[in-house]
């Protein structure tokens, strides 16, 4: 039976987390006698921005997508904060853990338990 191919860019597949940010930008063209030349730019365009491997990088946005990646980027950046909390509720635990261990060795040296 040969295989069907479906199509990967369903509204339902796009992800719901996103790390970076979006960015509207006013962009120049580059052609001498258009408006831009004098200061008034083209725009706002948006882009979604993103570091990798030490790169930045950015992919254009279409108008209708501005929303949605929005909420991903934001979805993303309330995800990272609850994951430092929790390292960091996680860092005091291994430390009290570390303070009970090191008392009971003593008492067991001591001869207590």
Not at 85 to 92: F, N, V
Request: proline residues 4%; glycine residues 6%; positive net charge.
């Amino acid at each position: 039976m040969p295989r069907t191919r479906t199509k990967t860019k369903s509204k339902s597949l796009a992800p719901k987390i996103l790390p970076g940010h979006v960015a509207a930008v006013m962009v120049r063209c580059g052609k001498p006698n258009c408006k831009c030349a004098s200061g008034k730019l083209h725009g706002p365009y948006f882009y979604h921005r993103t570091w990798a491997d030490g790169l930045r990088s950015k992919r254009y946005l279409k108008s209708t997508e501005v929303a949605q990646v929005r909420a991903a980027c934001d979805e993303h950046r309330q995800l990272q904060i609850k994951l430092r909390e929790g390292r960091a509720q996680h860092k005091d635990m291994l430390a009290r853990a570390r303070e009970l261990f090191s008392l009971l060795s003593r008492a067991e040296k001591e001869g207590l338990i």
